[in-house]
Nanobody, 124 residues
Framework: VQLVESGGASVHSGESLELSCQAS????????MGWFRQAPGQKREAVAA????????IYTDPVQGRFTISKDNAKFTLYLQMNSLKPDDTAMYYC???????????????????WGQGTQVTVS
């Protein structure tokens, strides 16, 4: 199993970025996926989650309306489109995968089975 994030960069406030998470080694289409972030000295927090088929998604309040999570099962890829970026969005961003029951809420770190290594987003 492998999850590899990419797309992180240093940008200015108000700009946009799209993160990608390439999955391999598992039946990606049956997994719900999530994006988390961790700022220096802070706990890792859930940002967004999406259902296995991609038809249902949920976001943490600070990113609602600015971020969009999407899932391309044909490409085994998860995305996070981030618009109107703010300095508070600065963090390492991680993707995560979970099979089985996927509740319609933001899941905790312990509820995901697989994790990527992260990609850094810096907003100044």
């Amino acid at each position: 199993v492998q999850l590899v994030e990419s797309g992180g960069a240093s940008v200015h406030s108000g700009e946009s970025l799209e993160l990608s998470c390439q999955a391999s080694g598992f039946t990606y289409a049956t997994y719900c996926m999530g994006w988390f972030r961790q700022a220096p000295g802070q706990k890792r927090e859930a940002v967004a989650a999406i259902s296995p088929g991609g038809g249902s998604s949920i976001y943490t309040d600070p990113v609602q309306g600015r971020f969009t999570i999407s899932k391309d099962n044909a490409k085994f890829t998860l995305y996070l489109q981030m618009n109107s970026l703010k300095p508070d969005d600065t963090a390492m961003y991680y993707c995560a995968a979970r099979s089985g029951f996927c509740p319609e809420r933001l899941m905790t770190i312990g509820e995901y089975f697989y994790w990527g290594q992260g990609t850094q987003v810096t907003v100044s």
